[in-house]
């Protein structure tokens, strides 16, 4: 059904082509064999706290274990994907050559549709936005389709490639990759960026770097080095709960950014080793950083995983964390927008909260922002109806 949205606009500058996913019945052998012959670390008294302070137990990795080698099923998984239209296309840059990008997508006939970019982040994927997408197709049919869907592969993410291997990718790179991606499938008169977590950083970049972006929505918001703000005391005590939350997580959960940013080379031939290797590192993500009141289900977590493993994502994905090194705030790195109408989704469980009050003081040119009461790090998977909505409503106010 969602194969009724393949239909590209009309005279594009750009050449996708059509594209499948398919594991290799060798490599899917070997990642299995992998995972059976892989020893899981003795106990400690560290690995058997469930509290999540220091991290994954020992017993949820043997459940996991237990679970991938049995009633996991990636071909289930792998042919969900190829139920969208998923596309690649050669994407130049002045700077590096070009990048190879992966993109499902759905297109609509409406010559009115707003062209929308959703950008992922890290440990994500792509994979993130198919339930929204699920929705629209159940929602819309192509003639009625108030958009038109973008979802990348983040350059040296999932199925998109790198420049070369002789190059460091940067997050400016990756800005314009994505903007050249929208220009090439024919929006250049104008798209809305959206992105949480290395997708809000892109957004943000998109926001400053390009007239085609002409508005931006984002699902994780915070102050910037020159901001001023009042006290907490006018805030609620939700509001200061999530803020002291947001701290907490800086001083006990943030150590892996800097092995990211300081030591990508090292940490990703390590994880690179095996996929129970890689699983604990990337898996306790996925657990901590939702909503712990509507947790992920274990064959979720597999899946996200597999799919990191399969597509060798985790040792080219650490970039964006080399432009956090020796900054204090991501915005000594990274300009924002005040001008361009932004809209702001706010989960209760992301890392980073920014109240409303505050948001309204800080940037003039909010034009919308929904706080919720459930849903984490990973908002389109874990509340796909709910981020929808949000999308639609701040789609309405730019018309």
Not at 248 to 262: L, R
Request: hydrophobic letters at 40%; proline letters at 7%.
């Amino acid at each position: 059904m969602a194969h009724h949205f393949s239909h590209l606009p009309a005279n594009i500058p750009g050449k996708p082509t059509p594209f499948s996913f398919r594991v290799s019945d060798q490599d899917l052998s070997d990642f299995n064999e992998l995972i059976r012959i892989s020893r899981i670390g003795p106990t400690t008294w560290w690995n058997q706290q469930n509290n999540g302070q220091f991290g994954v137990t020992r017993e949820w990795l043997i459940q996991a274990k237990s679970t991938w080698l049995g009633t996991f099923d990636w071909r289930k998984h792998e042919e969900h994907i190829n139920t969208f239209p998923n596309y690649k296309i050669d994407v130049e840059d002045p700077e590096v050559g070009g990048f190879n990008i992966h993109f499902a997508a759905l297109f609509s006939l409406r010559k009115d549709a707003v062209p929308i970019i959703f950008m992922h982040g890290w440990p994500g994927s792509f994979l993130e936005f198919l339930p929204m997408m699920e929705l629209l197709v159940k929602k819309y049919t192509p003639d009625t389709l108030p958009y038109h869907i973008i979802v990348p592969s983040l350059p040296d993410y999932g199925l998109s490639s790198g420049p070369t291997q002789n190059v460091e990718v940067t997050l400016e790179q990756a800005a314009r990759a994505m903007n050249q991606l929208m220009i090439d499938l024919g929006f250049g008169h104008g798209y809305v960026a959206q992105g949480g977590d290395v997708g809000f950083m892109l957004a943000r970049l998109m926001s400053t770097r390009f007239s085609e972006c002409r508005a931006f929505h984002v699902n994780i918001l915070s102050l910037n080095l020159e901001d001023e703000v009042d006290t907490t005391e006018k805030l609620s005590i939700e509001e200061r709960q999530q803020l002291e939350r947001a701290e907490v997580w800086q001083k006990t959960g943030s150590a892996y950014a800097f092995e990211h940013g300081t030591r990508p080379a090292t940490i990703g031939l390590a994880l690179s080793s095996s996929p129970l290797a890689m699983l604990p590192w990337i898996g306790e993500k996925f657990l901590e950083w939702v909503d712990d009141r509507e947790p992920l289900p274990l064959d979720t977590i597999l899946y996200m995983v597999s799919f990191y493993w399969f597509t060798s994502t985790y040792p080219r994905s650490l970039y964006p964390y080399r432009a956090l090194v020796g900054s204090d705030r991501l915005s000594a790195a990274l300009p924002i927008s005040k001008n361009k109408p932004l809209g702001y989704s706010a989960f209760p469980r992301e890392q980073a909260i920014l109240p409303k009050a505050w948001a309204e003081q800080v940037y003039p040119n909010l034009v919308f922002y929904k706080a919720h009461s459930k849903g984490g790090h990973f908002a389109a998977l874990e509340q796909p109806t709910t981020f929808l909505k949000d999308i639609e409503d701040f789609i309405q106010l730019l018309a």
